[in-house]
């Protein structure tokens, strides 16, 4: 099975701009007349549905911010009444505000098509076994996944995130073969398996669709190699729906974005201009198809860049990079912007794990950048002399990639703390 939905996914470029042009048009005409928070920011531009014509009239619209969400939280952004819908999801407020979003059978249905969509993207077809170890709950990861994987047919084991040992039992006993969870908890399910002296060959594993999280190819490379699979992100946002606004193919070369459901824009976040085809910025996303939360011209925060380039694979929805992180990700030390991704694909490059923490302090007036990083079981040590010696390395490997000084300690396996979920790697105390 090579797509969920051939017409769809591999529709010619003038198709989808057609479908995108008539559905723009409804969806705009939607927000207007349901949504008098998006009404009032049109008027207050002179706008009205009729100044919308197709996408090229797209940058006249507002845009709007996570700050927007925050000032009409619960219900100011709904497009339906409460008694149309028939669910609600959430984000765990972890950088800020608490994000929560509504949607109808008609916008589950959608989100689930995405999802199964990613799912045959990674190799997946109604023979498969699909272990979703995301989160379940408020959180997308958990009931996104699920619902992919049903609508699709395939047999899906709703195990969530914790209780490792029994993750692993049940890809070995009911021969998971997709593994559905953050990149950080599948390392750790990796990094567990070995510690119980479990082979590739033990598990009937062939692919994993991780996501939520920003990851590097580094860490990607080593929990194929761990597990003996491969391994695909995923991406989403609990706004646009969850996981599966965008998603990547075998050819693991930046994540099709469902341009059916979806208009992404590129924007200079300082300028809120739009950037050419290429350039590095902030993804804008316009809603298609959404009834309970449609959301026009929503800037995410998440850095990338968008690619018309053929893809190998036949799909010909547009492709955005993997994500270095977001801007609120970014951290500006002494001056220099700093993403974590980059501290990882150093550690990682020198054979370390992705357990590691930042600790961002300022010590009189000057930001200091002290990395704690684990060593693995293969370059444990306490010989003192060497610890030195491979902290040195670390030292120098930082200043080449950052630019930066930093402090790095390398502490004992183990010893920090593993995530089931999103895992939490920066401690910022200049904000506390
Ligand atoms: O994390 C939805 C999701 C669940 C995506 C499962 C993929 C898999 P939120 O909790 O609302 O939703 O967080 C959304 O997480 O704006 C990005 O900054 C980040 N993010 C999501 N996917 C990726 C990814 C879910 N593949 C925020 N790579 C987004 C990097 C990601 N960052």
């Given at each position: 099975?090579?797509?969920?939905?051939?017409e769809?996914?591999?529709?010619?470029?003038?198709?989808?701009?057609?479908?995108?042009?008539?559905?723009?048009?409804?969806q705009?005409r939607?927000?207007?007349?349901?949504?008098?928070?998006?009404?009032a920011?049109?008027?207050?531009?002179?706008?009205s549905?009729?100044?919308?014509?197709s996408?090229?009239?797209?940058?006249k619209l507002?845009?709007?911010?996570?700050?927007d969400?925050?000032?009409?939280?619960?219900?100011g952004?709904?497009?339906?009444?409460?008694?149309?819908?028939?669910?609600?999801?959430?984000?765990?407020?972890t950088?800020?505000?608490?994000?929560?979003?509504?949607?109808?059978?008609?916008?589950?249905?959608i989100?689930?098509?995405?999802?199964?969509r990613?799912i045959?993207?990674?190799?997946?077809s109604p023979?498969?076994v699909?272990?979703?170890?995301?989160?379940?709950?408020?959180?997308?990861?958990?009931?996104?996944l699920?619902?992919?994987?049903?609508?699709?047919?395939?047999?899906?084991?709703?195990?969530?995130?914790?209780?490792?040992d029994?993750?692993?039992m049940?890809?070995k006993?009911l021969?998971?073969?997709?593994?559905?969870?953050?990149?950080?908890?599948?390392?750790?399910?990796?990094?567990?398996m070995?510690?119980?002296g479990?082979?590739?060959?033990?598990?009937?594993l062939?692919a994993?669709?991780?996501?939520?999280?920003?990851?590097?190819?580094?860490?990607?490379?080593?929990?194929?190699?761990?597990?003996?699979?491969?391994?695909?992100?995923?991406?989403?946002?609990?706004?646009?729906?969850?996981?599966g606004?965008?998603?990547?193919c075998?050819?693991?070369?930046?994540?099709?974005?469902?341009?059916?459901?979806?208009?992404?824009?590129?924007?200079?976040?300082?300028?809120?201009?739009?950037?050419?085809e290429?350039?590095?910025?902030?993804?804008?996303?316009?809603?298609l198809?959404?009834e309970?939360?449609?959301?026009?011209r929503?800037?995410?925060r998440?850095?990338?860049?968008?690619?018309?380039?053929?893809?190998s694979c036949?799909?010909t929805h547009?492709?955005?990079?993997?994500?270095?992180?977001?801007s609120?990700?970014?951290?500006?030390?002494?001056?220099?912007?700093?993403?974590?991704?980059?501290?990882?694909t150093?550690?990682?490059?020198?054979?370390?794990?992705?357990?590691?923490?930042?600790?961002?302090?300022?010590?009189?007036?000057?930001?200091?950048?002290?990395?704690r990083?684990?060593m693995?079981?293969?370059?444990f040590?306490?010989?003192?002399?060497?610890?030195?010696k491979?902290?040195?390395?670390?030292?120098?490997?930082l200043?080449s990639?950052?630019?930066?000084?930093?402090k790095?300690?390398?502490?004992?396996?183990?010893?920090?703390?593993?995530s089931?979920?999103?895992?939490?790697?920066v401690i910022?105390?200049?904000?506390?």
């Amino acid at each position: 099975m090579k797509y969920f939905q051939p017409e769809i996914e591999t529709m010619s470029r003038e198709k989808i701009r057609e479908l995108q042009n008539e559905r723009l048009l409804k969806q705009v005409r939607h927000v207007w007349d349901n949504v008098a928070y998006y009404k009032a920011k049109m008027q207050e531009k002179g706008l009205s549905p009729d100044d919308i014509k197709s996408i090229d009239d797209l940058y006249k619209l507002p845009f709007l911010t996570k700050d927007d969400l925050r000032k009409a939280y619960p219900y100011g952004l709904m497009g339906k009444p409460l008694k149309d819908c028939v669910r609600i999801q959430s984000t765990s407020g972890t950088t800020g505000q608490r994000v929560v979003a509504f949607y109808t059978m008609h916008d589950i249905k959608i989100w689930e098509t995405m999802c199964a969509r990613a799912i045959v993207a990674a190799g997946g077809s109604p023979e498969d076994v699909v272990q979703v170890s995301y989160g379940y709950g408020l959180f997308t990861g958990g009931p996104g996944l699920n619902g992919g994987s049903h609508m699709l047919g395939s047999l899906t084991i709703p195990a969530s995130s914790g209780n490792t040992d029994r993750q692993i039992m049940f890809i070995k006993d009911l021969q998971a073969t997709i593994l559905c969870c953050t990149p950080s908890y599948a390392a750790f399910i990796g990094e567990r398996m070995k510690e119980m002296g479990m082979t590739p060959d033990d598990i009937p594993l062939k692919a994993g669709i991780f996501g939520a999280e920003a990851w590097s190819e580094e860490m990607r490379r080593d929990i194929e190699a761990t597990m003996g699979i491969k391994a695909y992100d995923i991406y989403g946002l609990t706004e646009l729906c969850g996981p599966g606004v965008s998603f990547e193919c075998s050819e693991q070369r930046g994540m099709h974005i469902n341009e059916d459901y979806f208009i992404p824009e590129i924007i200079d976040p300082k300028t809120g201009e739009v950037l050419p085809e290429g350039s590095l910025g902030e993804l804008v996303f316009t809603t298609l198809d959404k009834e309970a939360f449609p959301l026009l011209r929503y800037r995410t925060r998440d850095i990338t860049t968008l690619t018309h380039e053929k893809c190998s694979c036949g799909r010909t929805h547009v492709r955005m990079t993997k994500l270095r992180g977001r801007s609120d990700d970014m951290l500006i030390i002494r001056g220099v912007n700093v993403f974590p991704s980059q501290i990882e694909t150093v550690l990682i490059n020198q054979g370390y794990g992705s357990n590691y923490q930042i600790i961002v302090d300022r010590v009189n007036n000057t930001d200091t950048l002290d990395v704690r990083v684990e060593m693995t079981p293969e370059k444990f040590t306490d010989n003192l002399g060497e610890i030195n010696k491979m902290q040195a390395m670390l030292v120098d490997g930082l200043r080449s990639m950052l630019g930066l000084k930093a402090k790095v300690t390398l502490v004992a396996p183990k010893t920090i703390a593993r995530s089931e979920g999103k895992a939490v790697r920066v401690i910022d105390k200049r904000k506390i």
